[in-house]
């Protein structure tokens, strides 16, 4: 018999299995298949087709689930979209009702989606229990609070319409409600769709909507796989689609919807930093790291799976952890004293075995401590790779396992440096017992969740979603509702096609620029704070208002839109100045655009024969909203979230950094500011390509520009076809967004182009077809202009 003592040392101990007869008695119930849940009734597959679900810890079968066709999902939409008459007709109070039913029904029904999601996924009761299913019914109670405050809190807005929401397998349920409590509140319905791995626990949750009695039609849960998310992606009737998942699936849905007019949200993939400084509580670090990357087998969107060491206590690190690793007990995940469970598929093992492998062939060094695997099933154990190089396939490629690629640093600057150094940024965890550093360091990180001195924090009033290649828009909180909501008034900026024609290149006069370019000058381009000749060496004719030649403007190409993006690049100091100078600069630029009012006046008319009026109107809305912006400059700022105890979230509104924006036709000068005031007031610089047939209201605004202290490259201005030069921008890697304004055409391709680097587009969404109505200004541009990153840090008690 084994003596106490020992046992302390050895820390075996028997297993504490979590019961689950009554989820084998709901399987039991199940066993001739389960079906989709569409307009409040559960119902075959139309094809008759069912796949099987399994337990990736025993490898035995768990249920046959349905396959969707096209059909089922055309069948659920049509339901969707019957119930959105109703369901948004509700008041917010009674839309809440229902959130909070749901959530106390999920309360009630805790240990049993536990147990169905532990044995569904293969990840411990402890965090099913302790995690998941509680973060889930936080997440509808926090919702049913929005539902009732949705009139009051955004006021002018309403739901989107039929959302098609496509989820992974990582965190079913907790997805699931990412998804669908912020969709419902607003007063949208959805069609979803849960991983064909782990569609159990969404079944069980379309029961509780059954129980609450939630109106049919409402909510519609569609089982099956890819070819069923297909369906989803292209159903003509979905007004938004909402994705988590792979970034490759993620890059083919947007060029899928690219052009639709479908509202898209992306949370995809990530390759996140965890960065301990020598000043750090190396222990607590250490039991970060396992949180980090041991957390649901390191399945997790945000693991910290890139471990950034400073370099004297890197070995000290890399010790504790290979101790502490040595103490992880993997095993049936259904026993209550297992610290990772299974991994959710053999394709998902097959995966990580095969990274594993390169990251060895690619000569670092691995460390497994293995207490011994269970036998039987899908586990992998906990892995730490040492001498790791920056540029190998392990430190960049999401591996999606329980492996840890660890690296040095010398100093904060290349920790940042090695921590941005990554198509993703999703999340990012800092260590340090110095604030000063902690937070110099959450502001340089692009990133959007930063937890400093803390790792996987997850709550309901904070927004979560990634930079770059992460994907865009947040779930969670304020921001998470907004992905909801358009605006009541949306009339969509009526697609503006006389444009599309081809612009005729002539070659550019070789004379100066001075005062307003008659005729026979041409205007160049702007570019660095300068005036740039096109590099094609040609301009074409710019036509007055009743088709007369009135002047030439430089006919930018490819290599112009380059040189611009560079200059932008160089203009990063901007997003640093304070929001105090920014808003000082945008004064002066309308004081300058008001004491030359008339001669815009002047050009408007000449340019598009718009009435005097008319044109003294645009160019006081554009000094009015020049103003406006300023104003905002420093105050639309973020917020301070309440999260978790002992814990704040700064929500901070950050500039994207380069914006490329595409100019409509209509008020060629109004468009330009409307555009460009509200993104360089966040911080951004622009790369701006005002209206192809009435250039040279902006052109003409180079010299409000130049004296009005606007730093050299912050706002750069490209003539030229704005579809060819639409493209260029939106294939960009380095334009970090894009704001579209121009044929529906031309907002396919840019969409389309824009998958690359995953750049979020606004595209002829949501404003009125007139430029001088009040909401073609406001909050919305801001908020489109910023992307916001979340710090959690310690606070209180
Ligand atoms: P996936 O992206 O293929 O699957 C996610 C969801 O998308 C599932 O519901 C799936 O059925 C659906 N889907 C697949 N193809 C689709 C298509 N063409 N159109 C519409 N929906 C489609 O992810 P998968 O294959 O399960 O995992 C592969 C890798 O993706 C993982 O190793 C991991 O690196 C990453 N991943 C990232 C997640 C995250 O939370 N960021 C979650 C799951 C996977």
Known sequence: MALVKDILVSMDYGPAPEANEPVVGWLDLHKDGFNHFIDGKFVAPSEGKRFPVFNPAHETELAQVAQGSAADVDKAVKAARKAFKSWSALSGHERAVYLYAIARHIQKRERFLSVLETMDNGKPIRETRDIDIPLVARHFYHHAGWAELVESEFPGEGPVGVCGQIIPWNFPLLMLAWKIAPALAAGNTVVLKPAEYTPLTALAFAEICREVGLPAGVVNIVTGDGVTGNAIVEHADIDKIAFTGSTEVGRIIREKTAGTGKKLSLELGGKSPFIVFEDADLDGAVEGVVDAIWFNQGQVCCAGSRLLVQEGVAEAVYAKLRARMANLRVGDPLDKSVDMGAIVDPVQLKRIKELVAKGEAEGATLFQANKGLPAKGCFFPPSLFTNVAPASTIAEVEIFGPVLAAMTFRTPDEAVAIANNSRYGLAASVWSENINLSLDVAAKLKAGVVWINGTNMFDAAAGFGGYRESGYGREGGREGMAEYLKPVTDKSLKADEKVAAKLSPLPVADEEISGLPSIDRTAKLYVGGKQARPDSGYSYTVLGPKGQPISQAGLGNRKDIRNAVEAAGKAGSWGGATAHNRAQVLYYVAENLSSRAKEFEARIVAMTGASAKAAAEEVAVSIRRT????????????????????????????????????????APLLGFVSLVMPAIAMGNRVVIVPSSSHPLAATDFYQILDTSDVPAGVVNIVTGERDVLAKTLAEHDDVAALWYFGSKAGSALVEKASSGNLKPVWANQGIPRRWTENSAQGREFLRRATQVKNIWVPYGE
């Open 627 to 666: 103003f406006w912006y300023a104003a905002q400059a420093d105050k639309f700022d973020g917020a301070v979230h309440s999260t978790k105890s002992r814990h704040v979230t700064l929500a901070m509104n950050e500039p994207f950094g380069t914006m490329g924006i595409l100019c409509p036709d209509e």
